[in-house]
Structure formats: structure tokens, C-alpha cells
């Protein structure tokens, strides 16, 4: 009796694993997108309200981690666009945390993403983190091998 349960338990799983390996019931994931627009826009923000911790690079400042490079991609690299976002929307600035606004938070996230070597396409970026779970952020520069 418990051999068949069992087997027909590993069956199930089989069978589960194989309609994610074809699609069926699997969610794509992506690179993120946004627009040149948005990273602009994210330059000012960052510099408004990120740089005094996070450094004028990104990756200089005093009294926060870096926000790209190798030890940023080690963190956030292979991870949802959206736990960033909502990281950062939770909890930034540290003065007025989640105050800048999703629309502002998007904008903030495109320009991070730039300064880690993901190309502006044509899509925005979106301001709802629901739909940033798809969206895989970058583990290895772009054009890295592996």
C-alpha cells in the first residue's frame, strides 16, 4: 500500500515537473526592461535621495552597500526585479521610507539597472511590483560568458 502511494506521489511529481519544463502552468521570465526616459529620470532621484549614502557612482558611498558592480550582482543577481523594488520602496530612504512613490521607485530601479549594463529598450519599466516578478535582474554583466 505504501509503495503505491508513493509511486503514484512520484508520478504526480513527474508529471507536475513536466508540464513546467514545456510551459504549461510556468511563468517566462525576463530580462527587465525600461526606457532611457525612466534612467533619467532615476539619475535625479538617486542623486536626490541615494547618492549621500550609496556614493555619486553607486558604488563609493560611506554608509550603504553598493548599488552595482560585482557585490551588488552577488546580492540581488538572479533575483526578481521585484524584491528589489520592493525592498527599496519599503525601506528608502531610510529617512522617509517608502515616500519617493512607485512611479519615482521605478524610475530609481531603471537607472540602477543601467548602471549594471542592461540596455534601455523600448518598453517602461512598470511601477507595480506584481508585474516585476517576472523579470529576472542580472547575475554576470551583460556579454559575460558562463
Given at each position: 500500500?505504501?509503495?503505491?502511494?508513493?509511486?503514484?506521489l512520484?508520478?504526480?511529481?513527474?508529471?507536475?515537473?513536466?508540464?513546467?519544463?514545456?510551459?504549461?502552468?510556468?511563468?517566462?521570465?525576463?530580462?527587465?526592461?525600461?526606457?532611457?526616459a525612466?534612467?533619467?529620470?532615476?539619475?535625479?532621484?538617486?542623486?536626490?535621495?541615494?547618492?549621500?549614502?550609496?556614493?555619486?557612482?553607486?558604488?563609493?558611498?560611506?554608509?550603504?552597500?553598493?548599488?552595482?558592480?560585482?557585490?551588488?550582482?552577488?546580492?540581488?543577481?538572479?533575483?526578481?526585479?521585484?524584491a528589489?523594488?520592493?525592498?527599496?520602496?519599503?525601506?528608502?530612504?531610510?529617512?522617509?521610507?517608502?515616500?519617493?512613490?512607485?512611479?519615482?521607485?521605478?524610475?530609481?530601479?531603471?537607472?540602477?539597472?543601467?548602471?549594471?549594463?542592461?540596455?534601455?529598450?523600448?518598453?517602461?519599466?512598470?511601477?507595480?511590483?506584481?508585474?516585476?516578478?517576472?523579470?529576472?535582474?542580472?547575475?554576470?554583466?551583460?556579454?559575460?560568458?558562463?
Open positions: 500500500m505504501r509503495s503505491s502511494i508513493f509511486l503514484s512520484c508520478g504526480g511529481v513527474a508529471l507536475f515537473a513536466l508540464h513546467l519544463s514545456q510551459g504549461v502552468g510556468a511563468q517566462a521570465l525576463a530580462s527587465p526592461t525600461y526606457t532611457a525612466q534612467a533619467a529620470a532615476g539619475k535625479d532621484v538617486y542623486t536626490q535621495h541615494c547618492a549621500s549614502c550609496h556614493g555619486a557612482n553607486l558604488d563609493d558611498g560611506e554608509f550603504a552597500p553598493p548599488l552595482r558592480g560585482v557585490e551588488f550582482r552577488q546580492r540581488w543577481g538572479g533575483r526578481p526585479a521585484e528589489l523594488f520592493t525592498y527599496t520602496s519599503t525601506r528608502m530612504p531610510p529617512a522617509m521610507p517608502g515616500g519617493l512613490g512607485d512611479e519615482r521607485y521605478a524610475q530609481l530601479l531603471a537607472f540602477v539597472l543601467e548602471q549594471n549594463g542592461v540596455a534601455a529598450g523600448t518598453r517602461a519599466l512598470p511601477s507595480d511590483a506584481a508585474a516585476l516578478t517576472p523579470m529576472v535582474l542580472p547575475a554576470a554583466p551583460p556579454g559575460a560568458g558562463g
